[in-house]
C-alpha cells in the first residue's frame, strides 16, 4: 500500500514541531488544518476554584483526609468500604459538591477551543461538573471517573432524584433510596467499579484526533493515563502542567520531550495551568476572546448563585416560621389538653365533695344555714 505509506510519511513529517514549546504547538495549529483537538484534563486545572487535587504534598485530597480516621486514603472512594461506613464520604462530598466553586480561565478555555470550532472531546478525570458549569456542551465531555451530576442507588440501580441527593450532601448526611432504602451515591467511580460506559465508547476519538492537549495532571491513573499513547504516533501532544508527567522514565507511556528518535512531536508548559493556557490563546490571537468569556460566564454564574443562596435563606426562614408555628400550634393544643384535664378533674372533686360550682349558689347555701340555726 505505497500511498497509504507515503501518506503516513508525509503527516509525520508535518508534524514534527519547530520547538517543543507552546509557540511550537501554536505554529503547528496556524501551518496545519487543526480542528479535531481532544483536550485531556485533570484536578490541576480546578485547584484555583478552591477545590484540592489528590496528590500534591500537603495542600492534596490524600493528606487532608485524617479526620475521617480512614484506614487508607483513597478507602474515601473505595465502594467495598463506602457499603461499610458511607459517612466519610458523605462528609467530604459536601465540601466537593458542585454550587460552591467557579470554573477556571481553563475550563473556559476549553470552551472557547470549541467555540472556535477545534474541539473534538473533552476527556477529563475530575467529578466537579465545572466543564459543565462552564457552559461546555456535554456531549463534547467524556468524564472518565464519573461526577456528581447524577446519583443512584447501588442496591436497585434507581435513579435518585439530584435535588434531595444535594439537600442530604449539604447537611452531610447519608441519602438513602427511597424504593429500597439502599445506599444513595453519586455516580462518581469508585475503586472496585467499572468506568463509565461512555468512556469505552468514545475511545475512537483519539485515532480521529489532529493534536493532544494535556492540561493539569499527573497522569498516575489508569487507563486514563495511556491514553495519551492512543492519538497516532505523527499527532503532537502539549502538555501543560506544574511538573512532568507520563515520562519516558517513569513510565511505559509518556511524553518524549528529549525528542529522541527524531519524533519532535511532543511539547510542554511547566507551571500552572490558567498561566498555560492564557499564554496559548495570547499567541493563538485569542487573549481578548478568553478574558471576555470568563468575566461574562463567572459574573452569570455568580449572580445565579446569588439568587440561588437568597431564595436558599428566604426559604430556611420559611421553614422556621412554619416550624415556630407548629410549636407554637402543639404548645396552645397542650395547655388546652391540660386545661380540660383539669377542669375534668375539679369536677369530679366537685361532685365528690358536693363543692357547687356556681360562687351564687354557695352563697345562697350559707345563708339558708345561717337562717336555720
Not at 143 to 152: C, K, L, R, Y
Not at 194 to 214: C, G, M, Y
Not at 235 to 264: C, M, Q
Request: with cysteine; hydrophobic share 35%.
Amino acid at each position: 500500500m505505497p500511498g497509504t505509506r507515503s501518506q503516513y510519511k508525509a503527516k509525520t513529517a508535518a508534524a514534527k514541531l519547530d520547538a517543543p514549546t507552546i509557540e511550537g504547538i501554536v505554529n503547528y495549529i496556524k501551518k496545519n488544518d487543526v480542528k479535531r483537538i481532544i483536550v485531556m484534563s485533570g484536578a490541576g486545572i480546578s485547584t484555583d476554584s478552591g477545590i484540592p487535587d489528590f496528590r500534591s504534598k500537603g495542600t492534596g485530597l490524600y493528606d487532608n483526609l485524617q479526620k475521617f480516621n480512614l484506614p487508607y486514603a483513597e478507602a474515601i472512594f473505595d465502594i467495598d468500604y463506602f457499603m461499610e461506613k458511607p459517612e466519610p464520604f458523605y462528609a467530604l462530598a459536601k465540601e466537593l459538591y458542585p454550587g460552591k466553586y467557579y470554573p477556571t480561565k481553563t475550563h473556559y478555555f476549553i470552551r472557547l477551543l470549541h467555540e472556535k470550532g477545534m474541539l473534538l472531546r473533552n476527556f477529563t478525570q475530575n467529578i466537579d461538573t465545572l466543564e459543565r458549569l462552564a457552559g461546555l456542551d456535554e456531549d463534547l465531555i467524556v468524564e472518565a471517573h464519573g461526577s456528581f451530576a447524577t446519583a443512584s442507588c447501588v442496591e436497585c440501580k434507581n435513579v435518585a432524584d439530584p435535588a434531595q441527593v444535594k439537600k442530604k450532601v449539604l447537611k452531610g448526611e447519608v441519602a438513602r433510596c427511597s424504593s429500597c432504602d439502599g445506599l444513595i451515591k453519586p455516580d462518581i467511580t469508585f475503586f472496585g467499579q467499572n468506568l463509565p460506559k461512555r468512556f469505552f465508547k468514545r475511545l475512537h476519538d483519539f485515532s480521529e484526533a489532529d493534536l493532544l492537549i494535556v492540561i493539569g495532571t499527573s497522569l498516575q491513573v489508569q487507563p486514563f493515563a495511556s491514553l495519551i499513547d492512543d492519538v497516532p504516533d505523527y499527532v503532537p501532544r502539549l502538555l501543560i502542567n506544574k511538573e512532568k508527567a507520563g515520562d519516558h522514565h517513569t513510565s511505559h507511556s509518556g511524553f518524549d520531550f528529549k525528542w529522541k528518535y527524531g519524533k519532535k512531536r511532543d511539547a510542554l508548559f511547566l507551571g500552572d495551568c490558567n498561566e498555560g493556557v492564557q499564554k496559548f490563546a495570547e499567541l493563538m490571537g485569542w487573549k481578548d476572546d478568553l478574558e471576555s468569556l470568563y468575566n461574562k460566564e463567572h459574573a452569570k454564574l455568580k449572580s445565579i448563585w446569588e439568587a440561588e443562596t437568597l431564595a436558599e435563606k428566604v426559604e430556611k426562614e420559611h421553614e422556621a416560621e412554619e416550624e415556630e408555628k407548629q410549636i407554637e400550634k402543639e404548645t396552645k393544643s397542650e395547655d388546652e389538653k391540660q386545661h380540660k384535664e383539669i377542669e375534668a378533674l375539679a369536677k369530679v372533686l366537685e361532685e365528690k365533695l358536693h363543692i357547687p360550682s356556681d360562687p351564687q349558689e354557695s352563697k345562697d347555701r350559707s345563708n339558708a344555714t345561717s337562717s336555720s340555726k
